[in-house]
């Protein structure tokens, strides 16, 4: 049982889209796009297109750089309502772009709302896609960004509406 969450993003409190960047595969010669915006009604909306052609295959926003402590929690919670795609939830600890990418993949329904639980030590340490087996831990106490990735060959267009992001805490009785 959850016994205590911190609110990290909440769309429906007028939080700006601006606070979000893209970073698709062009950065390699892909050709997908993505987009981050809010929606009437609150919602932050990861939207685009996702294209193999070139050699690309991914599309990803992610927050502007922070420092957030996270240590007295357990993990992170979602309410995402999505396409039927499968989707990436990535922390990172560095602040340049290039570093290891933190993830776990879920899998969302088309056009239901879903609260998606994730403990810290579900997530994997990975670079440009590959997993890296010798990274260090996930350090909650330095969390400097999060964001959404779509990849998998999953080409078309994608959608996914995101409610809110908080950080949980297990009841320990």
């Given at each position: 049982m959850v016994s205590k969450t911190l609110t990290l993003f909440d769309f429906s409190e007028g939080m700006d889209g601006k606070a979000w960047v893209p970073v698709d595969d062009?950065?390699?010669?892909?050709?997908?796009?993505?987009?981050?915006?809010?929606?009437?009604?609150?919602?932050?909306?990861?939207?685009?297109?996702?294209?193999?052609?070139?050699?690309?295959?991914?599309?990803?926003?992610?927050?502007?750089?922070?420092?957030?402590?996270?240590?007295?929690y357990d993990g992170v919670e979602i309410r995402v309502r999505g396409d039927g795609k499968r989707y990436r939830l990535r922390l990172r600890t560095e602040t340049y772009p290039g570093g290891v990418a933190y993830q776990v993949s879920f899998e969302t329904q088309a056009g239901v709302w879903q609260l998606i639980r994730v403990p810290f030590e579900r997530f994997r340490p990975t670079f440009r896609g590959r997993a890296v087996p010798d990274a260090p831990p996930l350090d909650v106490s330095s969390i400097r960004s999060f964001g959404w990735m779509i990849a998998d060959k999953q080409a078309g267009a994608f959608r996914l509406e995101i409610d809110w992001v908080r950080a949980y805490a297990e009841d320990e009785g």
């Open positions: 062009v950065v390699m010669g892909g050709v997908s796009r993505s987009a981050f915006g809010v929606a009437a009604g609150g919602m932050g909306v990861f939207e685009g297109m996702l294209s193999l052609e070139q050699g690309g295959g991914f599309a990803s926003i992610r927050s502007r750089p922070a420092e957030i402590d996270l240590s007295p």
